[in-house]
T-cell receptor, first 111, second 115 residues
Framework: GENVEQHPSTLSVQEGDSAVIKCTYSDSASNYFPWYKQELGKRPQLIIDIRSNVGEKKDQRIAVTLNKTAKHFSLHITETQPEDSAVYFCAASTAGNQFYFGTGTSLTVIP | SAVISQKPSRDICQRGTSLTIQCQVDSQVTMMFWYRQQPGQSLTLIATANQGSEATYESGFVIDKFPISRPNLTFSTLTVSNMSPEDSSIYLC????????????FGEGSRLTVL
């Protein structure tokens, strides 16, 4: 199956700074790349996604970029706030709709 | 989005026993999956629950250990058989409305502790 790697595993930023999380995938057939936010004790929630026919997508303070040739995609959070503190997971989806998740990034925003 | 109900939400089980987790969705969905999330870890796909046929298991997971049923388009069960402490984990039901690159929604999860 697909192999998704995610870096860094932990990230601390000052409030107002930007945070960047990077993922790589192995299966060139993957064509959908969502990002999930999981707060402690809660279920993962979709925050943004990108499809393989798009290079970049933005939603307010969150943006995602995709480089299909290099098989990597990134999550960018600008003007971080304490409520952005959570674990973030990237994922890659194949045509069969199975989702394979990265190892997660624990983001801490320091007030 | 879909409303996904899982039960039990948590349980404490004895070694060697089996537990069945239920997942109920408020509307018909095409795709249903079961994931495992061990403490502080990522989400690992166990299997795809296929309606009316045997589930499709990922490498490292077998039907004897994790039998799955999906009798219709709104309901599925996952059984964790002959449990050991290594099975202590959160088990999550997830659904996708669209085949081929649709969104994936998660239930609240079932937290199992095996003593």
């Amino acid at each position: 199956g697909e192999n998704v790697e995610q870096h860094p595993s932990t990230l601390s930023v000052q409030e107002g700074d930007s945070a960047v999380i990077k993922c790589t995938y192995s299966d060139s057939a993957s064509n959908y790349f969502p990002w999930y936010k999981q707060e402690l004790g809660k279920r993962p929630q979709l925050i943004i996604d990108i499809r393989s026919n798009v290079g970049e997508k933005k939603d307010q303070r969150i943006a995602v970029t995709l480089n299909k040739t290099a098989k990597h995609f990134s999550l960018h959070i600008t003007e971080t706030q304490p409520e952005d503190s959570a674990v973030y997971f990237c994922a890659a989806s194949t045509a069969g709709n199975q989702f394979y998740f990265g190892t997660g990034t624990s983001l801490t925003v320091i007030p | 989005s879909a409303v996904i109900s899982q039960k039990p939400s948590r349980d404490i089980c004895q070694r060697g026993t089996s537990l069945t987790i239920q997942c109920q969705v408020d509307s018909q969905v095409t795709m249903m999956f079961w994931y495992r999330q061990q403490p502080g870890q990522s989400l690992t796909l166990i299997a795809t629950a296929n309606q009316g046929s045997e589930a499709t298991y990922e490498s490292g997971f077998v039907i004897d250990k994790f039998p799955i049923s999906r009798p219709n388009l709104t309901f599925s069960t996952l059984t964790v058989s002959n449990m050991s402490p290594e099975d202590s984990s959160i088990y999550l039901c997830s659904v996708g409305r669209q085949v081929n690159t649709g969104e994936l929604f998660f239930g609240e999860g079932s937290r199992l502790t095996v003593l």
